[in-house]
Each structure stands twice: as C-alpha cells, then as structure tokens.
C-alpha cells in the first residue's frame, strides 16, 4: 500500500477532526459558496481555538502573577496552570485542530485581564461585514473561520472588482511566514496560478489580498457529478505539472495542491490558487517539496480518472479506496479509463519506488511528470454529439379547425384529410402562367449567355492571356516547408532582458508552452519602461542564409501589436532595431495566429519578432503577452536542403 503523503493528502488523523478540516478545507476556494452547517462547525472550531491560544504560551505556565490580581482571576489563573502539564502535545501541533473544554475556559479568562508581564495585550479590531481594509477593501463574506485566521469575500472599491482576503492577527506565530509566502508567490507572475495582488501588516492586522475568479470552477465542484473525460483529465495533469515545474523553477512549492485549489475557467484553461501561501497560512513544511507536489499531482489525476480519493480515508467529498487492497491502478478501480493516464497517475505517487509498471521510472518532481506528459500521444476531444430534430408535426390550423374543438376518439386519432389543391381560383391560374412565363425568360437569357461565353472560349489565346495549366503573374505562390532553428533569444536593444530563460519555449514545437512576458501595470507599451521604449520579441536564427518565403508564428494571446522584420544576409548577430532592415509584415493588431506568404523569397539568416503593445490581462489597468511558437518556411529548395 502506498505511503500516505500528509502536504498531498491534507487528512486529519481524527473522526471529527478529518470531517471538520475537510469542510474548512473547501471553504477556502476562490468564489465557492458554503454551507451553513459548515461555517457553523468552523465557528465553534474557532472559538475554542482562539480561547485556547493563551493557554499554549509558556510564559503562561512560570510568568509571576501582578500583585493586584483579582480573586476569579486568581482561580482561572491556577486552572490554566493544572491543565497545561496535560495539553503540551497539543500545543506542539502547528496546523492540528486544538481541544476545546475547561483549558480554553481558563485561558479565556485569563485573557480578559493584563497579560502575565502585566502588559496590555494588542487586540485587533473586530471583523465584520462592511469593514474596509486601506479604505479600499470592503469585506463581504467570510468563508473560512480556521486556525486563528479567516477568510474573506470582497470588493476592491478603488477598481470596483472582487477580490479575495485572507487575514489574521499581527501576532499571530505564522503571521511573517504567510507575509514571505504572498510576497514571493507574487513577484511569479505566471498566469497558471491566482495571482497575488497585496500583503500588508497594518493595524495588528496582516492581510493577503488575490485574485477572485467568479467564472471558475473547483475541481471538487467537477468530480461532485463524475470522473472527468479522457481529455480533461489530460488538459489537468498536462497544465497543473507545467505550471508546478515553473513554480519549483523559481524556488516556490505549494505543498497544499488539493481539488479545492485547482480551478477550471470558462475557457478551459485550469489555474491554481494559493502557491505558498494556502501552506503558510496552516504552518505546513515539506523536506522533500517537490516530491510532496508530485504526489499531489497525482492524487489529482488519479480522483479524476475515478472519481475516487487514492487513500483509504474519505476526503475533498470524495470516497477513499475500500480497506486493506492497498493502492491500485485507475483502470482496476472504473472500467474505461485511458491506460496512459492510469499509469501516469501511479508513476507520481511514487512510494520506494513502487509505480504501475515495472518498465517505467516513477516521477518524483513536477518537471519529470510534465515530461512523461508531453511524451504520451496527443489525447483529443470527444466528437460533439448531435441530436436529430424532432419530426414535424402538422398543426391544426393547417387543417381548417383552428379555434374550433375537435371531438378526439379515445382510440387511434384519424388520419387529417387531405388539403384541398391549391390555386384553384382564378387569381391562382394567373398567378401560375406569370411564373411559368418568368422561368421561360430566365432559361431563354442563361441559353444566350452560356453561348456567349463558348464562343469566346474558342478565340485563339493572345499574347497577353495565360492557358491551363500556365502560372499566370498574379498566382500566389505555395508556402514552404519548415525551416530548422538554430538558436533563438531575446530582443533586448537596452540590454536587460525579460524572461530570456524561457525563450525556448517559443521554438520547441510545442504549443503548450509560451515565452510570457511579465504583467505590467498602467500602461500597454511595457509599463511605458525607459528600457522598454523599442517593446520586446525574440530573434530566430536559422543557422546560415536561407530563403525565407513565409512564417507561422502562435500568439500566446490575441491583441498584441506585432511585426515580423528580416535582417540583411550579411548580418551577424543583430541586436538592434536598426539591423532589421526587411519588413515582412506590417506593424500591426495581431490575432491568435501571425501568418503570411511572401510574394518573393527573402534570404536572411536572422528574423525578429517585434512586439510594441499588449493585450488587457483580466484587468484594465494590467497588460501581458507573449509568444507561444515560431515555424518559419522556407522555399521548396530550402525545405528539400533541410530534410
């Protein structure tokens, strides 16, 4: 049986413990309504956690008392000393749910007088609907109450938008983490994830505010009515490993990556919330993060598949694997799951090595699973079903009895008599000669013009007219065969790049990976930057000189103001604007494709890319772009070379 992962997993050990951090656990999704039941079992949670925080302070149990102590407070004092001796494992759990009863009465207590060092304790101001945060954000609901932090619905005024608050008191023991976390996560930028839009320590208060996607839709929501198709389920492994490799690229690891924080969008492109912070906020640590990412992942693919949780425990809504059978595959657990991604999901939750084949190497990071992804053959869609039309029914009132009732036989209906012929009348035989006299002229005329043009057709060809089968001037020449790239980089005139490392996602050949630039704010020409005056792009190189006629280049977004520029053949290494001196296209909007077919072959060995202006990026205020691949063609000579 597979070795549980508990930053995958996120099970409690408990009964009531185990229901109550699931249902807390799902209240924490971006635009998820929840239940009443739930936000009262977190609220009591809550409760007796907030009241039994004093009682886990050491300083509690040997700190002298003031001398001016009143006598309950006396007494509570001295209950709160006899219970901590019996409640010091519970105060070394970071992220467990704590025990309510007489401790958190007596720590209660205590708190509403002077500290143990006689110091007045800082109390942050009470929450509630309508409070603003910066007097720009506007608390609405609040959907996770857990663990001394809570969650909140608003609306950022300034913008008029919603967004998404996580708060929690200056004081509290994981408040500088989850400030490191969102600071961190936000300087990402990668649209995969939900973004961070703030973190601020103010007024014994610290908050995190994110994005709030309404459109999207929890992976919890999805499995609730079935497994998803093979091809969904592709498009989630394929897009939640990518965005993980990029993330553990860049130092960040999630280590809470439940149903709950994977959401789909109404265009289908699924994102994920809480990198790093989701993990702070319940104090979780991982010493082998990219390990515990991957077995997440995989638990992920695998629920997806069977709409089944991979652990003998029930979680996230979904039913845990029948007792003592040990791990087994997707395809043993539902019939008619895709065998390519049943053994995916067995090679990410990886234990000793223990995988679904014995052939392939499991996957411990998301990078080696991304990777086993793009090698599996494509996985399409299903093929839209349609459903055939009902068949006609005639009316009554084509019968003659409308408004007039019919006596109904309470066997068989009859048969409806049969319509009398129409245009019987004498307005109906006029009518009838007018059209017949009508189509008479129009074959008459169409005779006399096919005639004409046969006759012409036998005219000997002059000088100037071209035969079948003959290329006349005006024939648009055929696009080219793909040329190889020989190396690829930023087009940085000032001399500082934006995401240099990632330009060979640009020219791999793959379509689902993208050169992204950063967001910036305000302005689309590159924030107005000093440094970004000429914009960006990147510079193909084909190797040597060759005979460009053509080039298909994927957008990673539509709206970005684009050209495609050649340089010289005598050109080497052209960094410049200026170097570029062929235009083979216009300045100009581009859509989600830039394509074209020279007129007349180009010989270049380098072609620029260049992009001047972005597109909105969700807000806006907000501008990113990018490029997802570039194929450039070459004449049939050139092609024939390559092959």
């Given at each position: 049986m597979a070795e549980r992962s508990t930053a995958a997993v996120d099970v409690a050990a408990g009964g009531d413990e185990e229901s109550l951090t699931a249902k807390a656990d799902q209240a924490t999704a971006d635009g998820a309504a929840q239940s009443r039941e739930t936000k009262a079992a977190e609220g009591e949670k809550q409760s007796g956690e907030d009241a039994a925080e004093p009682a886990q302070t050491p300083a509690a149990n040997t700190a002298k008392p003031p001398k001016a102590t009143t006598n309950a407070q006396g007494q509570a004092k001295t209950r709160a000393q006899s219970q901590a001796a019996a409640t010091n494992a519970d105060a070394t759990r970071a992220d467990g749910p704590r025990t309510d009863g007489p401790r958190a009465d007596a720590a209660d207590?205590?708190?509403?007088?002077?500290d143990v060092a006689g110091k007045p304790q800082a109390t942050p101001?009470?929450?509630?609907?309508?409070?603003?945060l910066a007097r720009r954000y506007r608390l609405e609901e609040c959907v996770t109450r857990l663990d001394g932090f809570s969650s909140?619905?608003?609306?950022?005024?300034?913008?008029?938008?919603?967004?998404?608050?996580?708060?929690l008191p200056a004081d509290h023991p994981r408040a500088r983490a989850v400030l490191s976390a969102a600071r961190s996560s936000a300087l990402l930028g990668d649209p995969r994830f939900v973004q961070v839009l703030d973190a601020v320590e103010e007024n014994d208060l610290v908050y995190v505010v994110h994005e709030w996607l309404p459109d999207a839709v929890e992976l919890t929501t999805l499995l609730a009515s079935g497994p998803l198709e093979a091809h969904d389920a592709y498009q989630l492994v394929s897009q939640v490993s990518q965005a993980m490799a990029a993330a553990h690229r860049e130092g960040l690891a999630h280590l809470r990556l439940t149903p709950s924080a994977v959401l789909r969008s109404s265009s289908g492109q699924y994102r994920i919330r809480g990198l790093a912070v989701n993990a702070a906020l319940r104090g979780i640590s991982s010493d082998t993060p990219q390990r515990t990412d991957t077995e997440a992942i995989g638990a992920l693919l695998y629920a997806s598949l069977t709409q089944r949780w991979p652990y003998e425990d029930d979680a996230y809504g979904l039913s845990g694997l029948p007792k003592?059978?040990?791990l087994i595959a997707p395809d043993q657990v539902r019939a008619g799951v895709h065998r390519g991604l049943s053994e995916l999901a067995m090679r990410a939750l990886v234990n000793d090595g223990a995988t679904a084949s014995r052939q392939d190497q499991p996957c411990a990071t998301p990078e080696e699973l991304a990777k086993a992804v793009s090698e599996?053959?494509?996985?399409?869609?299903?093929?839209p079903s349609f459903t055939a039309p009902p068949e006609y029914q005639r009316t009554t009132y084509q019968q003659g009895t409308y408004g007039r009732p019919t006596a109904a036989a309470a066997g068989a209906q009859p048969l409806p008599a049969a319509p009398p012929a129409p245009l019987q009348s004498r307005t109906g035989k006029a009518l009838k000669w007018a059209v017949?006299?009508?189509?008479?002229?129009?074959?008459?005329?169409g005779s006399w013009q096919l005639a004409d043009a046969l006759m012409e057709s036998d005219q000997p060809a002059g000088p100037g007219t071209s035969q079948p089968g003959e290329e006349g001037e005006g024939a648009k020449p055929a696009p080219g065969k793909p040329l190889q790239i020989s190396d690829a980089y930023e087009f940085?005139?000032?001399?500082s790049g934006i995401k240099e490392q990632d330009v060979p996602n640009a020219v791999d050949g793959a379509a689902g990976t993208s050169w992204i630039t950063p967001q910036y704010k305000g302005f689309a020409n590159f924030g107005n930057l000093p440094n970004r005056k000429q914009g960006s792009g990147i510079i193909v190189d084909l190797g040597s000189v060759r005979d460009v006629s053509g080039f298909e280049i994927a957008m990673y977004r539509a709206g970005q103001k684009a050209e495609v520029l050649a340089a010289p053949d005598d050109a080497s290494q052209p960094s410049s604007l200026s170097e570029f001196s062929k235009e083979l296209s216009k300045l100009g909007e581009a859509g989600k494709q830039l394509k074209k077919t020279l007129d007349e072959p180009v010989r270049t060995r380098y072609l620029l890319v260049h992009i001047t202006s972005l597109p909105t990026d969700g807000a806006a205020e907000l501008f990113r772009g990018g490029i997802s691949e570039i194929k450039v063609l070459g004449t049939a000579r050139e092609g024939a070379g390559e092959e």
């Amino acid at each position: 049986m597979a070795e549980r992962s508990t930053a995958a997993v996120d099970v409690a050990a408990g009964g009531d413990e185990e229901s109550l951090t699931a249902k807390a656990d799902q209240a924490t999704a971006d635009g998820a309504a929840q239940s009443r039941e739930t936000k009262a079992a977190e609220g009591e949670k809550q409760s007796g956690e907030d009241a039994a925080e004093p009682a886990q302070t050491p300083a509690a149990n040997t700190a002298k008392p003031p001398k001016a102590t009143t006598n309950a407070q006396g007494q509570a004092k001295t209950r709160a000393q006899s219970q901590a001796a019996a409640t010091n494992a519970d105060a070394t759990r970071a992220d467990g749910p704590r025990t309510d009863g007489p401790r958190a009465d007596a720590a209660d207590a205590d708190a509403t007088g002077a500290d143990v060092a006689g110091k007045p304790q800082a109390t942050p101001p009470e929450l509630h609907s309508g409070h603003k945060l910066a007097r720009r954000y506007r608390l609405e609901e609040c959907v996770t109450r857990l663990d001394g932090f809570s969650s909140w619905r608003a609306v950022d005024e300034k913008l008029r938008r919603a967004v998404g608050v996580h708060l929690l008191p200056a004081d509290h023991p994981r408040a500088r983490a989850v400030l490191s976390a969102a600071r961190s996560s936000a300087l990402l930028g990668d649209p995969r994830f939900v973004q961070v839009l703030d973190a601020v320590e103010e007024n014994d208060l610290v908050y995190v505010v994110h994005e709030w996607l309404p459109d999207a839709v929890e992976l919890t929501t999805l499995l609730a009515s079935g497994p998803l198709e093979a091809h969904d389920a592709y498009q989630l492994v394929s897009q939640v490993s990518q965005a993980m490799a990029a993330a553990h690229r860049e130092g960040l690891a999630h280590l809470r990556l439940t149903p709950s924080a994977v959401l789909r969008s109404s265009s289908g492109q699924y994102r994920i919330r809480g990198l790093a912070v989701n993990a702070a906020l319940r104090g979780i640590s991982s010493d082998t993060p990219q390990r515990t990412d991957t077995e997440a992942i995989g638990a992920l693919l695998y629920a997806s598949l069977t709409q089944r949780w991979p652990y003998e425990d029930d979680a996230y809504g979904l039913s845990g694997l029948p007792k003592d059978i040990g791990l087994i595959a997707p395809d043993q657990v539902r019939a008619g799951v895709h065998r390519g991604l049943s053994e995916l999901a067995m090679r990410a939750l990886v234990n000793d090595g223990a995988t679904a084949s014995r052939q392939d190497q499991p996957c411990a990071t998301p990078e080696e699973l991304a990777k086993a992804v793009s090698e599996m053959p494509r996985i399409r869609p299903p093929e839209p079903s349609f459903t055939a039309p009902p068949e006609y029914q005639r009316t009554t009132y084509q019968q003659g009895t409308y408004g007039r009732p019919t006596a109904a036989a309470a066997g068989a209906q009859p048969l409806p008599a049969a319509p009398p012929a129409p245009l019987q009348s004498r307005t109906g035989k006029a009518l009838k000669w007018a059209v017949s006299a009508l189509l008479i002229a129009a074959l008459g005329l169409g005779s006399w013009q096919l005639a004409d043009a046969l006759m012409e057709s036998d005219q000997p060809a002059g000088p100037g007219t071209s035969q079948p089968g003959e290329e006349g001037e005006g024939a648009k020449p055929a696009p080219g065969k793909p040329l190889q790239i020989s190396d690829a980089y930023e087009f940085a005139p000032s001399g500082s790049g934006i995401k240099e490392q990632d330009v060979p996602n640009a020219v791999d050949g793959a379509a689902g990976t993208s050169w992204i630039t950063p967001q910036y704010k305000g302005f689309a020409n590159f924030g107005n930057l000093p440094n970004r005056k000429q914009g960006s792009g990147i510079i193909v190189d084909l190797g040597s000189v060759r005979d460009v006629s053509g080039f298909e280049i994927a957008m990673y977004r539509a709206g970005q103001k684009a050209e495609v520029l050649a340089a010289p053949d005598d050109a080497s290494q052209p960094s410049s604007l200026s170097e570029f001196s062929k235009e083979l296209s216009k300045l100009g909007e581009a859509g989600k494709q830039l394509k074209k077919t020279l007129d007349e072959p180009v010989r270049t060995r380098y072609l620029l890319v260049h992009i001047t202006s972005l597109p909105t990026d969700g807000a806006a205020e907000l501008f990113r772009g990018g490029i997802s691949e570039i194929k450039v063609l070459g004449t049939a000579r050139e092609g024939a070379g390559e092959e």
